[in-house]
């Protein structure tokens, strides 16, 4: 099993454009997370979803959108990318019961 | 908002000794989490004690919860230099979401 895996693991862009930021499970869990995480700041909720079809913000959204088509991916969007973004970013799956988050290796974004 | 505290920020000791960092939260929670990162790399789940529980044990982890302090340590006993990561408490309300605090940084030299 892969576990929790991202695409891409490094991507440099610059002001103004867009990008998908892709994770994917395949432990069957319901909860999809993804988190930001900056020097001296530990990690930040930007979105997460229960369940396949329903999402919900967490506390750093602004700048972002997600989606969650389906149980075993959830699409992390950047609109409109700024140099806030700056960040590496994380993506967690978990079950409700265990309550244990697993996570990816994440992705290094460096907006220009 | 940060809703754990880690303490200290880092701590550097040598192989074998114990190393302990403790963690502080602000409101009640259902259970608490201790996670490790490796440089570069994705979180790690170590441990989950929950709140009616006030001490749990995992290999050469030490888990204790005190919810009338708010505070959780974590105490890994003779430490090597594997050990060498950033150590993360998280916290979860009942809101399958979980808060985390800014990390202690564990550097052990051999």
């Known amino acids: 099993n892969a576990g929790v895996t991202q695409t891409p693991k490094f991507q440099v862009l610059k002001t103004g454009q867009s990008m998908t930021l892709q994770c994917a499970q395949d432990?069957?869990?319901?909860?999809m997370y993804w988190y930001r995480q900056d020097p001296g700041m530990g990690l930040r909720l930007i979105y997460y979803?229960?369940?396949?079809?329903?999402?919900d913000k967490g506390e750093v959204p602004d700048g972002y959108n997600v989606s969650r088509l389906k149980k075993q991916n959830f699409l992390l969007g950047l609109e409109s990318a700024a140099p806030s973004q700056t960040s590496v970013y994380f993506c967690?799956?978990?079950?409700?019961?265990?309550?244990?988050?697993?996570f990816g290796p994440g992705t290094r974004l460096t907006v220009l | 908002s940060q809703q754990g505290e880690e303490d200290p920020q880092a701590l550097s000791i040598q192989e074998g000794e114990n190393a302990t960092m403790n963690c502080s939260y602000k409101?009640?929670?259902?259970?608490l989490q201790w996670y490790r990162q490796n440089s570069g790399r994705g979180l790690v789940h170590l441990i989950l004690?929950?709140?009616?529980?006030r001490e749990k044990h995992s290999g050469r982890l030490r888990v204790t919860l005190d919810t009338s302090k708010k505070s959780s340590s974590l105490l890994i006993t003779a430490s090597r230099a594997a050990d060498t990561a950033s150590y993360f408490c998280?916290?979860?309300?009942?809101?399958?979401?979980?808060?985390f605090g800014k990390g202690t940084k564990l550097t052990v030299n051999p």
């Open positions: 432990m069957n869990h319901n909860s």
């Open positions: 967690a799956s978990g079950g409700r019961e265990s309550g244990e988050q697993f």
């Open positions: 004690i929950r709140s009616n529980e």
């Open positions: 998280a916290t979860d309300r009942r809101e399958e979401k979980l808060v």
């Open positions: 409101t009640s929670i259902n259970n």
């Open positions: 979803s229960a369940s396949e079809g329903t999402t």
